[in-house]
């Protein structure tokens, strides 16, 4: 089975410092794993994914984020936060075999101060 | 219309009701998905369609009847619901087969309250 844990349901951060959003995973092979946003009254917005290959994903909006195999991590960031970047984000990893579902984490809440 | 659209985005209804949610997409898209947001828990896959046939039912109450009449087109029929049903229904599809790592593109949802 497969798992998500994105550590702190809420950040906060200034207008133009940097975003770390945290997500784990646990799978027994290596996993497709997601990084979602949903605006208020929106619904889910791919950001980026990783599938295979460049370790390092860079997605819309400047995010990125890197698949660290040794630690089971897939964290998101920033270099400088925008008021816009203020959502709901959502860590989510699946399997690779046909058939398989996305696992969604929990979310994170982030708040960009001005 | 572009993407994929809800409607209603508000319902409110009482336990002995019947409704019913309506998701179309616009995407030329194969799958289509039905998921539940409630607060403070991870997105929940309720049904999962592909080419019409539906592939996935996640143990979900019979309160709740799925209806995919063609590939643009799904419904969430409810019945008898209970107050922890209130949450936000999330429609959502995909190219290609119902494979995870085809990308989901999700509607705005319906906000549902249960009285």
């Known amino acids: 089975a497969q798992s998500v844990t994105q550590l702190g349901s809420h950040v906060s951060v200034s207008e133009g410092a940097l975003v770390l959003l945290r997500c784990n995973y646990s799978s027994s092979v290596p996993p497709y794993l997601f990084w979602y946003v949903q605006y208020p009254n929106q619904g889910l917005q791919l950001l980026l994914k990783y599938t295979t290959g460049a370790t390092l994903v860079k997605g819309i909006n400047g995010f990125e984020a890197e698949f660290k195999k040794s630690e089971t991590s897939f964290h998101l960031t920033k270099p400088s936060a925008h008021m816009s970047d203020a959502a709901e984000y959502f860590c989510?990893?699946?399997?690779?075999?046909?058939?398989?579902?996305?696992?969604f984490g929990e979310g994170t809440q982030l708040t960009v101060n001005p | 219309e572009t993407g994929v659209t809800q409607t209603p985005r508000h319902l409110v209804m009482g336990m002995t009701n019947k409704k019913s949610l309506k998701c179309e997409q616009h995407l030329g898209h194969n799958a289509m998905y039905w998921y539940k947001q409630s607060a403070k828990k991870p997105l929940e896959l309720m049904f999962v369609y592909s080419l019409e046939e539906r592939v996935e039912n996640n143990s979900v109450p019979s309160r709740f009847s799925p209806e995919c009449p063609n590939s643009s087109h799904l419904f969430l029929h409810l019945h008898t619901l209970q107050p922890e049903d209130s949450a936000l229904y999330l429609c959502?599809?995909?190219?290609?087969?119902?494979?995870?790592?085809?990308?989901?593109?999700f509607g705005p949802g319906t906000r549902l309250t249960v009285l």
């Open positions: 959502a599809s995909s190219q290609g087969s119902a494979s995870s790592y085809n990308e989901q593109f």
């Open positions: 989510a990893v699946s399997g690779r075999t046909s058939g398989s579902r996305l696992t």
